[in-house]
C-alpha cells in the first residue's frame, strides 16, 4: 500500500535532482562559480533546503554539474558515430565539443585547474569521454580519413586550443572559421586532396558541412560540389576579405578558378 508514495517521491526526488542541475549549470556559466546555492535554488523554483539535500556543498554540486556535462558529450559521440562516415563524425563531434564549451568558460577553467579533481565519479565521466574520444578516432583512422600519426591526447589538446581561438577571436564567425580550419588538419592527406568535408549523409542530422565564412550549418546537396558558404552575405564578405588580403580582383586566384557553388 505505501509503494506507490514512496515511488512518487522518488521519481519527485529525482526531478528536482535534474531541475537543479540544469539551473547550476547554468548559473555557472552565466555568473561564475561564485553564485550561491540558494540563487541556484530560486533559479530552479524548488527551496535551499532541497539543493542541499541533493548537494551538500557547492563542489559537489558542480561535480555533478560536469558529471552531467560529460556525460551529455558521450552520449553525442554514439549519435554522432551512429550517423555517418568515421571521419565525419569524429570530426563533427569535434565542432559540436567546441561549440558546447562554448560560454561554458568558469566550469571547463575549473575542471582544468582545481588540484581537487578528479574525485571518483567524474573521473569514471572522464573515462568513458576519453575512451569515446579513442574509439572515434580509431575507427576514423581505421577508414582511412584521419591522419594516423596523432592520438587521443593531440585531438584532446587540439579541441582545447580551437575553444580558446573561437573564445579569442574577436568576430565570432570568424571564430568559428578559424576552429573549423583547425580541426581540418586532422584529415589525412588523401581526404584532403580528395576534397571531403564536414558531410553527413545519414538520419535526421544531414547538415554537417559547415559554411566557410560563419560556420553555419549548410543544407547537403545530393549531387556536385559541397556549398561553401551558407548564402550571398557570406560568400560576399569572404570576396571582400580576400580581396583585402591580395588586392587583386580574383582574389589572388588564377583567371577562371573563382568559388564556384
Sequence with gaps: MTAAPRD?????ARRNRRK??????????????DVSLGAIARQAGVGAGTVYRHFPSKEILLEAVLVQQLDDLVETARQWAARTD???ALLGFLLEVVDTSHGRKHTCDALTTRASWPRPSLAASARRFRQALDHMLRAAQRAGGVRTDVNADDVAALTVGCATMRAAHR???????VVRLALESLRAPSSVTQGQGFRDTTGPFHTASRCEECGAWLELRPTGRPAR?????CRQRAHRRRLG?????DGGRFAGTGDVE
Design 8 to 12: 512518487a517521491g522518488r521519481a519527485d
Design 86 to 88: 568515421p571521419a565525419s
Design 229 to 233: 558558404y551558407c548564402g550571398a552575405t
Design 171 to 177: 568576430d565570432r564567425n570568424g571564430g568559428a572559421r
Design 20 to 33: 537543479v542541475l540544469a539551473a547550476a549549470s547554468q548559473a555557472f556559466d552565466e555568473h561564475g562559480l
Design 245 to 249: 588580403m591580395t588586392g587583386r580582383p
